[in-house]
């Protein structure tokens, strides 16, 4: 048996207080992949980040290490029972879920969801022609709502209703950031963010039962495939009676993962444009040749590679699920170090992202990296949407999805950042920048014929 190397708590406390979501990966970093023992007080967390020990806790031995524990509370407190959850309970879930998520059913609502996304980026020809900046994070949560609603609630929702729902989660999202940091605080000590985090769970339950219960009244109907009505068939029979409240849970837990994890990810990509302009302009160029004068469609997006790959590496230098915490079942061991039965175990993809060891130049955000298949990559070197029978349902929602955003806003305007700084990623539900982005949109003049 190997010791795993030890942070002391008068190491590690200031260092995760001050850019928690940096000071992991520097941690991982510092440690070469070696399984490090963060000593956080009341308990003390294993970080593991070098892929063989990802692979072994997410694939090979995902039933010993569950996803219990404190780490998940306060995302159960919003998300209840079902998919976020384990054994039966998330099983029968997945289930259900499933087949409204694969890459063909995808493509069904691809066209609907260009619709979407084309419609909301029109409206911010109004900011553009007033020359006001818009807030990059709000923008991209709201393109990103509209798409998503399409798929979770079909035409059941009004616009209005789904713009209310968008900032609602959004509070959720940021505010949980002190109870992951500090899971071990009980509920019954208020810590900064609980008001407005249980506020917005409020607020989103007030607009999500009545949804569910319009949907009841409607009857489910048979052939239509938007996930209330699947969920709604599947929970409460075909006579509508039973639990609405799992309901609840699902339609929640579905909306929570899939907006805020895109619409971050989406943010951090303005950010990184303006730092390497030579991407931006390549990119900007392929938009220019494949798409034009759009509208985009969803067969431009199989003619745009590079888009694709500026995806890719965006995803592994800034993967918005920043943090997959686990809990050890029974005694195992990881990489020689022994693992006590309940301890926790936090896997980083953005720690494990940027081990130098498995990428060249890790802090370097090049898209060329990913041209070709590379067969030399550890499989487990990159796993932005998780890996094992957790892995994620919405990758094939993403592939469709962010490519339509990122073409449609491209082939409209340049995204001009007004106030570059440093960002600092902040945990929440995702990782987010702590500062905002503001972005100037400048129309793209195009020599049209007369
Ligand atoms: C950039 C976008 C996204 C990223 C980075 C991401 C990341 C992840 C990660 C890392 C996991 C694994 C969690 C674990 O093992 O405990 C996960 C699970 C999940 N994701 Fe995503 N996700 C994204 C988009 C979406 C979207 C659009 C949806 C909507 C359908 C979605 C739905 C889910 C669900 C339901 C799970 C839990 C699956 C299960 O436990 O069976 N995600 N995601």
Redesign the pocket.
Known sequence: MTSPKVLPFHKTIPRLVKDPVTELARMGAEAGGRIVRLNLGPFRPYLVSHPDHVQQV?KTEWSNFL?EGMFWRPVRRLTGQG??REGED?AST?KI?QPL?TARYMASLAEDMADAIAERILELDDHARAGRPIDGAGQMTAIVNQA?VKVLFGGRISRDTAERLAPEFATCATTIGFRLLFPFVPYSVKVPGDRAFLRAMKNIDEIVYPLIEQARREGAGIGKMDLISAVLTSRTGQDGKGDLRQVRDDLV??YA??TE??AM?LTWLWAVLHEYPAVSARLHEEIDRVVGDGPVRPEHATRLPYLHMVLQEL?RLY???WI?PRQAVADTEIGGVRIKSGSQVLIS?YTTHRLPEFWDRPLEFDPDRWAGESTRRHRYAY????A????????N??NV??PLVVAGLLSRYRLVLTNPQRLIPVPGA?ARPKQQLLLRLMPIERNRPT
């Open positions: 997410l996803r998919i976020l998330w997945r879920l998520f998503v837990s579905m993962t899939s994890t895109t990810s995803l993967p918005a699920g997959i993809p796993f932005p949407f998780g094992g029978p957790h892995s994620c349902l919405g990758q929602l993403f999805e962010a995702s």
